[in-house]
């Protein structure tokens, strides 16, 4: 026993030993990385400064070392680039071969070497790479997906679209923030195209993307699909209400406030709701918030509250008399009014 102990132990000691040298490694080499990259940043910086600025004299990119600085920094300068000196840089970046191995490296074994293609085509975003980019929607890593999904959204064309909404709601549930930003992408060019994601046929994970995505744009052609929402559940019919209120939906305004005056609901849904009548002014909703600023829940009083406020005088005049009062929602009237 004490000998198989002390086996066990020597084993362990080992293994500690070569996790401890293997990270010893891994440190040098990022260090090494690290003061590559600070000596051979300024130059390229500079060479790439020069070009941007008229030269005609592309930068020298020799070395695997230098390409990668001249990458990195490319990239970043990509990020803040518009118009002609953007596809200025691109053009130079497809020139010196960068598009052509980003195209390849997305087809690589190691999955970290196609997400750095993925990014990598995504700030080219050059017009040749959308075929290879499109197939990358296959691929079996969800962030080499969403990144190539969001590059075709941005750039791809309609008839990439199909693949992309696709890719959409494949991940949906599990990345809901890279989804997101590709449905973003793709209504700011094509909003009528989010229509089937907000029908209650729709996956409820890509519906409530949808719904947050149109709310968030205020997109006006998709009101009568938010006003459906607002029968979904709670979260998504909050949502939705947030949408309605923001685009200013007067149609909205009996559904909205029925939902807020709805006792069966959740608070989250009841107070977006009466939020969102307070942002669209309807005066006909002043009895609906009147009652909510005597409901027994903070979080409905206070949007009742705040919403009368943006309802002029009428709304105003109802603050006041419940400020003057001994109810609940005293106070919350009082701080509506000094807003």
């Known amino acids: 026993m004490v000998q198989v102990l002390a086996d066990t132990v020597a084993v362990l000691a080992a293994l500690l030993l070569v996790l401890l040298l293997l990270l010893i490694r891994l440190r040098i080499a990022a260090l090494g990385r690290i003061r590559r990259e600070q000596r051979l940043r300024p130059a390229a910086q500079e ?3 020069r070009y941007l600025a008229g030269s005609a004299v592309a930068p ?22 518009r118009g002609g000196e953007r596809d200025r840089l691109v053009a130079l970046l497809s020139r010196l071969g960068f598009t052509r191995e980003a195209m390849h490296a997305l087809r690589a074994r190691r999955t ?6 993925a990014e990598t085509l995504a700030a080219l975003a050059a017009p040749e790479s959308a075929a290879d980019v499109a197939a990358a929607l296959g691929d079996r890593d969800r962030l080499v997906r969403t990144t190539c999904a969001g590059t075709l959204a941005e750039a791809g064309g309609a008839d990439y679209l199909p693949g992309v909404l696709a890719e959409a709601r494949q991940d949906a549930p599990a990345a809901p923030g890279a989804v997101a930003s590709v449905l973003l992408a793709v209504a700011r060019s094509r909003p009528g195209e989010l229509a089937p994601l907000l029908r209650p046929d729709a996956p409820a994970a ?18 009568v699909l938010l006003r459906a929402c607002l029968d979904a559940p709670d979260d998504l019919a909050a949502e939705a209400a947030r949408g309605l209120g923001r685009v200013g939906d007067f149609g909205a305004s009996r559904a909205l ?6 006792e069966r609901r959740g608070l989250r849904a009841r107070s977006a709701a009466a939020e969102a009548l307070g942002a669209i002014g309807d005066p006909a909703s002043l009895p609906v918030l009147e009652r909510l600023l005597a409901a027994p829940q903070w979080p409905l009083r206070s949007a009742a509250a705040r919403a009368l406020a943006r309802l ?5 005049a109802v603050l006041r008399r419940a400020a003057a009062g001994q109810a609940a929602a005293g106070p919350l009237a009082e701080a509506a009014l000094d807003q």
Do not use: M
């Open 312 to 316: 002029g005088g009428p709304g105003r």
């Open 206 to 223: 890509i519906r409530r993307i949808a719904v947050a995505v149109a709310a968030e744009l205020r997109l006006t052609g998709l009101t």
């Open 60 to 81: 020298d990119t020799g070395s695997a070392a230098e390409r990668d600085v001249f990458l990195t920094i490319a990239e970043e300068a990509l990020a803040d680039l």
């Open 47 to 49: 060479a790439l400064g």
């Open 112 to 117: 970290a070497t196609r997400r750095g293609a």
């Open 257 to 262: 406030a029925s939902l807020a005056a709805d």
